[in-house]
């Protein structure tokens, strides 16, 4: 079994020695050898990850925004609101809207204002990534080894009100996510409502996604979103 040293875990982490040090004894691992030296196994540094996230040192980018950008670069279709992508990023709402104005002002973010359904029409601001900025190809690498917190809220249970008139035609046992996740996937698929995929990439399970895929009515790119999906949801929701 592979054994990690606190210097070994923090370059992986992404962080310093003292931090990882001072949070695996806060969490009660037991990361010390009889001979005193501080070790770290593949479970106890996957444990500390889902405390501290891994935020990439990128040049020219503060850790907030470095958060912020990899929230952005893993929703394809953008997050609604300063306080969505604050959530996505785990950063206080503040934070994410400093971070968000410094990455426009970069050229490697930007938003558009839109109309969305919920519940009734309204206006919106979608924020995205810019994979067309010219430092993006050097800086992606960096992006994808981020990893925000782990998140401890409950998955809902049910579709919310705020979603319901995108099942207007739907029994209410439908709306159950643990016997109707791939009905209630390829719904949120076929009307494409941001507000409704990006509530179901938090809360459906990477079977439903790929149930949906399976869809005969979807075209090749909405195939494609939802194995993406899948593939971010992975196999922690079910």
């Known amino acids: 079994m ?5 210097a070994e875990a923090a370059r992986r982490l992404d962080t310093s020695i003292p931090r990882v040090v001072r949070h695996a004894e806060r969490l009660g691992l037991n990361a010390r050898v009889p001979s005193g030296r501080f070790c770290i196994s593949p479970q106890m540094l996957l444990r500390l990850e889902d405390e501290l996230g891994r935020v990439p040192r990128v040049d020219g980018l503060s850790p907030p925004q470095v958060q912020v950008l990899a929230a952005l670069g893993r929703a394809p279709l953008g997050l609604a609101s300063t306080r969505n992508v604050a959530r996505q990023a ?3 709402p503040t934070t994410a809207s400093r971070a968000l ?4 002002d970069k050229g490697l973010a930007y938003h558009e204002d839109t109309k969305i359904a919920v519940g009734r029409t309204r ?5 995205h990534a810019n994979p067309r900025a010219k430092e993006w190809r050097s800086i992606e690498p ?5 990893r925000p917190k782990k998140r401890p809220e409950r ?4 579709v919310p009100p705020r979603l319901r008139h995108l099942f207007w035609n ?11 996740g791939p ?4 719904r949120l698929l076929t009307t494409f409502d941001l507000d409704g995929l990006s509530w179901g990439s938090r809360n459906l399970r990477a079977s439903d996604w790929e149930g949906a895929a399976g869809a005969r009515e979807l075209d090749a790119r909405t195939r494609a979103l939802a194995l993406n999906l899948a593939e971010a949801a992975g196999d922690g929701q079910g």
Do not use: G
């Open 170 to 180: 739907t029994a209410p046992s439908q709306l159950v996510l643990s016997h109707a």
């Open 2 to 6: 592979d054994i990690y040293s606190a």
């Open 101 to 104: 104005k410094a990455l426009e």
């Open 155 to 158: 998955r809902d249970e049910v």
């Open 90 to 92: 785990r950063v206080a």
């Open 123 to 127: 206006r919106a601001r979608i924020y």
């Open 183 to 186: 009905y209630i996937a390829e």
């Open 142 to 146: 960096c992006l994808r080894r981020a």
